[in-house]
């Protein structure tokens, strides 16, 4: 698939990801309930999320009907053709169920070898969009296109600086639900927090991948991440000339995830030392 194909699965990308963004948004209730848990006690599940896949998932096989659907609420279903549509129907659901603001949609749509499961290790991803329905902000990407910001002020091409020196470096990270993991990333955390400028924890994996992109943080960090969760965000910040790789510089994944400019990227990679 060549370079026009790519930016059709860029089109369709923001189109079922706007919608499912309008859906959790104008959708939300003053005093959203938990519908359940997954891996743990805290990690929930609104009747929102379950909504969002259900709409993600019918309009793209209406639109593509031989592609597979890998999504957080229900799982992997296999396609036909080697792609499949890698979707997070609410990120930042935490801050969903608490009314904070920092929440988006993630489609990101991969190709892979037709005979196994779509892996973060060896998957390309082709095109991706992620909604931030709050903040009126699209973010977009397809392989070798660029990445875009679209808002209430047009679309701006992104393209994520250099980064500066750590010691002025302002980075975001993330946290699990297990509790086990927490303790090992505080550890993380209260080792690298004397030697930056400060850290956010937004709550949003794809939103701090974006925010890499559009120079808001200078990098992000995060063990123990869902496909669908970086996916998205992945081809956004790599498009804009991030770079991402996992804690030893390999393909990022569950197993690490670091995002920043290039000169920034190594120096964090080395400082965590977790690769
Ligand atoms: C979570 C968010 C959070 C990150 C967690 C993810 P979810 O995704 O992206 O920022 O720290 O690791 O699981 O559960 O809200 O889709």
Not at 247 to 270: K, M
Request: proline share 4%; glycine share 12%.
């Amino acid at each position: 698939m060549g370079e026009s194909g790519h930016a059709e699965l860029r089109r369709l990308a923001v189109e079922v990801a706007t919608a499912a963004g309008e859906l959790i948004s104008a959708g939300r209730p003053d005093r959203v309930e938990v519908a359940a848990t997954k891996s743990s006690p805290t990690d929930v599940v609104t009747a929102m999320d379950t909504a969002s896949e259900q709409l993600l998932r019918q309009r793209l096989r209406a639109a593509r009907p031989h592609d597979g659907l890998l999504g957080e609420e229900e799982g992997y279903e296999a396609g036909s053709n080697g792609i499949t549509w890698v979707v997070d129907p609410i990120d930042g659901t935490v801050n969903y169920l608490y009314g904070l603001r920092s929440y988006a949609v993630s489609v990101a749509v991969v190709s892979h070898d037709p005979a196994g499961d779509p892996d973060p290790a060896t998957w390309t991803v082709l095109a991706a969009a992620v909604v931030d329905p709050s903040a009126g902000e699209t973010w977009s990407a397809h392989a070798g296109g660029g990445a875009t910001l679209t808002d209430a002020r047009g679309t701006h091409a992104l393209h994520a600086g250099a980064g500066p020196e750590l010691g002025h470096a302002l980075l975001a990270t993330g946290f699990g639900y297990d509790a086990q993991r927490r303790a090992e990333q505080a550890a993380v955390v209260a080792r690298l927090l004397p030697q930056v400028r400060d850290l956010r924890r937004i709550g949003t994996a794809s939103l701090d991948l974006c925010a890499v992109a559009a120079g808001r943080v200078d990098a992000y960090y995060e063990l123990g991440l869902n496909a669908w969760d970086f996916a998205g965000g992945w081809l956004v910040a790599q498009e804009a000339g991030a770079v991402v790789t996992d804690f030893a510089g390999g393909p990022a994944g569950s197993h690490g995830l670091i995002a920043a400019g290039t000169a920034l990227h190594p120096v964090l990679r080395e400082t965590l030392g977790l690769g």
